[in-house]
């Protein structure tokens, strides 16, 4: 994948699943308003959002499994 750390791997893992939790709260509360006011804007606000938050999760799993293959390898790099 890259050249970065154990650490840099799982500190970006850790930013990518804190993004998606920010977009699954966005996806949620646009799910809320579209309940309330019928806006169909909305739906397609929370389906944009739970797309981000998939890619954030499939990155925070790349990320996290580089980061132990990295520390597996022992090689620091």
């Not at 050249?3 to 646009?30: C, F, Y």
């Not at 909305?42 to 981000?52: Q, S």
């Not at 938050?53 to 390898?73: C, F, L, M, P, S």
């Given at each position: 994948?890259?050249?970065?750390?154990?650490?840099?791997?799982?500190?970006?893992?850790?930013?990518?699943?804190?993004?998606?939790?920010?977009?699954?709260?966005?996806?949620?509360?646009?799910?809320?308003?579209?309940?309330?006011?019928?806006?169909a804007?909305?739906?397609?606000?929370?389906?944009?959002?739970?797309?981000?938050?998939?890619?954030?999760?499939?990155?925070?799993?790349?990320?996290?499994?580089?980061?132990?293959?990295?520390?597996?390898?022992?090689?620091?790099?």
């Open positions: 994948m890259s050249d970065k750390s154990t650490a840099e791997n799982m500190l970006d893992a850790a930013k990518a699943k804190v993004n998606e939790g920010a977009d699954r709260l966005r996806e949620a509360g646009h799910n809320a308003a579209h309940a309330v006011t019928g806006d804007h909305h739906k397609a606000e929370a389906l944009e959002d739970r797309a981000k938050a998939e890619v954030h999760n499939r990155e925070a799993n790349a990320e996290y499994t580089e980061g132990k293959r990295e520390a597996k390898d022992g090689d620091g790099h």
